[in-house]
Antibody
Framework: EVQLVESGGGLVQPGGSLRLSCAASGFTFSNYWVNWVRQPPGRGLVWVSRINTDGSSTTYADSVKGRFTISRDNSKHTLHLHMKSLRADDTAVYYC????????????????WGQGTLVTVSP | DIVMTQSPHSLAVSLGERATINCKSSQNILFSSNNKNYLAWYQQRPGQPPKLLISWASTRESGVPDRFSGSGSATDFTLTISSLQADDVAVYYCQQYYNSPHSFGQGTKLEIK
């Protein structure tokens, strides 16, 4: 059974830092791209960042570029998101989401989602 | 970036009735070389993470009831629930994965009338 378990969320002051983690099991982690998608309270889904299978390529939403860093450790089946210079509008549930690596047909949909971890940025 | 626009924002339908949710993309997301639409639908039940329902605009994921169907092409897409069940109360999102970033619609909240 595919499992993605996020951790590391919590309350942080504006300007602070936080590191989120996602532990993966039940599938061949190194074959998948992995994304972070966030959802502010009562709002919709917003893609944040993506990393390819071996970690050599990363992409970020403009709103987090330069402040967030995505990384992965395939030997430990884990994904991380290091967040710094946090702002109130970063408050959200952060989901770890898998995406089959692109093939001949290009990109694939987001297939498995973790339960999410809540990040609250407040004084 | 491609902008995805869903309508309506919310919808109330009686049990057993049909529910229809629309999604429009700001650019064509049909890839002509393989005739595939890069459009997914997700269901997010209250307090739960989203779940992939439909990919490639009309392909149901394994285990998704056949009362859910997706249709449309190029820029206009529809998610139809043929006979609404209580279990279908959720927010539904469309997403394009034709281009990066893979943008989502703003969501449609489906409730029981």
């Amino acid at each position: 059974e595919v499992q993605l378990v996020e951790s590391g969320g919590g309350l942080v002051q504006p300007g602070g830092s936080l590191r989120l983690s996602c532990a993966a099991s039940g599938f061949t982690f190194s074959n998948y791209w992995v994304n972070w998608v966030r959802q502010p309270p009562g709002r919709g889904l917003v893609w944040v960042s993506r990393i390819n299978t071996d970690g050599s390529s990363t992409t970020y939403a403009d709103s987090v570029k330069g402040r967030f860093t995505i990384s992965r450790d395939n030997s430990k089946h884990t994904l991380h998101l290091h967040m710094k210079s946090l702002r109130a509008d970063d408050t959200a549930v952060y989901y770890c989401v898998t995406q089959e690596a692109p093939g001949r047909d290009g990109y694939n949909p987001f297939d498995f989602w973790g339960q999410g971890t809540l990040v609250t940025v407040s004084p | 970036d491609i902008v995805m626009t869903q309508s309506p924002h919310s919808l109330a339908v009686s049990l057993g009735e049909r529910a229809t949710i629309n999604c429009k993309s700001s650019q064509n997301i049909l890839f002509s070389s393989n005739n595939k639409n890069y459009l997914a639908w997700y269901q997010q039940r209250p307090g739960q993470p989203p779940k992939l329902l439909i990919s490639w605009a009309s392909t149901r994921e394994s285990g998704v009831p056949d009362r859910f169907s997706g249709s449309g092409s190029a820029t206009d897409f529809t998610l139809t629930i043929s006979s609404l069940q209580a279990d279908d109360v959720a927010v539904y999102y469309c997403q394009q994965y034709y281009n990066s970033p893979h943008s989502f619609g703003q969501g449609t909240k489906l409730e029981i009338k």
